[in-house]
């Protein structure tokens, strides 16, 4: 098949996370003999065609270089609500669309996949003159987009009626896009993205005490964790706590883990690369997840990967598909403490929980391989292309 994939995050460079999990699927996609040509917002000036990975990719410009800061920054939705972020915005649509014209033009093109409903999706829907279908992905903060602004339910509601068919990463964000687009939650496939389980070759062998990864801001809650542990500490049972990631909140949580008197127990080590991950999981005993309204939780599947049992707040999110409430896992309420620091204790205590999470691991391997992602895929396009 021969597909033009529309995204708003292609990795720049080797090592780059922005949408390092769609170039999986792109290359995982073109290793099963598809061709794939990714089409993506140029950054700061730096756009045009390039081959990355034997995936020819087209980066758009939509502003003057300074003014290309729409991407690749996770402030899209914010930059967007001003008057010089909106316009560009406009821009970048119209621009993408017109790309995903020029190359049906150039090649037998079947079908066009954007991922996120916004800007992808409506680009893929500008570009409807090529008679191609078009297959959208939610990814989460396209959802979220919908549950607070009519003007964005109007929209994504023309869109996702039009694409021949809609995905999403959980069964949480089908449900929430569904419900905000009246769209039939049946329409919608469930197909999380790929990992890179190339690299999760190791099992924790436990010792490690407590793991959490992440972007350090509000929305991750990485003082709950510190929270428990406190309540642990102050109960005589003291667990080490290692903190990846970085994000604006770092600050906030290093001194508050001083205030909480877990400054000698707790590490900050900072961001790492991806491949880096399992290397910084180490030996953990329990990977500790505390965000709530998170689209999948591919943390959480990582840990498991590495036989770390997982601990999760969960307000229904994706992050229930991914972890079990019993054996390998443990779902708590969103705003419980006592019950977080309870599930923290019980599977740091327990060996046997790290066998069952290499066993729930097992199964995420052979569901998020690439390859295996990548041959849903091809269902999913076989079906577009017979609606």
């Not at 997840?289 to 036989?307: F, I, N, R, T, W």
Request: glycine fraction near 10%; include cysteine.
């Amino acid at each position: 098949m021969n597909v033009v994939c529309v995204t708003h995050a292609y990795p720049r460079w080797d090592g780059d996370v922005a949408g390092a999990f769609i170039e999986r699927l792109v290359v995982a996609l073109v290793g099963r003999g598809n061709a794939v040509h990714v089409i993506a917002p140029a950054d700061a000036g730096k756009g045009g065609k390039e081959l990355r990975h034997r995936v020819p990719v087209t980066r758009v410009r939509y502003a003057p270089a300074s003014w290309e800061t729409l991407a690749y920054r996770g402030a899209m939705v914010a930059a967007a609500r001003t008057p010089w972020g909106a316009a560009a915005a406009a821009v970048l649509v119209t621009r993408q669309a017109r790309a995903i014209a020029a190359v049906c033009r150039g090649a037998d093109i079947h079908l066009v996949h954007a991922h996120w409903w916004i800007p992808g999706g409506i680009s893929a829907w500008l570009a409807r003159r090529t008679r191609r279908p078009y297959v959208v992905t939610l990814h989460g903060t396209d959802v979220a987009l919908l549950e607070h602004s009519a003007a964005a339910r109007f929209v994504a509601r023309h869109i996702m009626r039009r694409a021949a068919v809609v995905t999403a990463v959980s069964s949480y964000l089908a449900e929430r896009a569904a419900r905000a687009t009246g769209l039939d939650a049946r329409r919608i496939v469930i197909q999380p993205m790929p990992l890179d389980t190339r690299v999760f070759t190791r099992i924790s062998a436990g010792g490690g005490g407590v793991v959490t990864v992440g972007r350090l801001t509000q929305q991750k809650r990485i003082h709950l964790v510190l929270e428990a542990l406190a309540r642990l500490h102050a109960a005589g049972r003291t667990l080490a706590l290692t903190v990846v990631g970085d994000g604006p909140e770092r600050a906030n949580l290093e001194r508050r883990a001083r205030e909480l008197g877990l400054a000698s127990h707790t590490r900050f080590v900072g961001a790492v690369p991806p491949d880096r991950i399992p290397e910084a999981v180490g030996d953990a005993d329990v990977f500790a997840l505390p965000a709530v309204g998170e689209g999948l939780g591919l943390a959480a599947a990582e840990a498991l990967l590495l036989g770390v049992p997982v601990v999760a707040a969960t307000d229904g999110g994706g992050v229930s598909d991914i972890v079990p409430s019993g054996g390998a896992g443990r779902l708590v309420p969103p705003h419980d403490v006592a019950a977080l620091a309870r599930a923290l204790e019980e599977l740091a205590s327990d060996p046997e929980s790290r066998r069952r999470a290499a066993e729930a691991g097992a199964v995420l391997r052979r569901r998020l391989e690439p390859a295996a992602v990548a041959e849903r895929f091809e269902a999913v396009y076989r079906q577009a292309l017979d609606a």
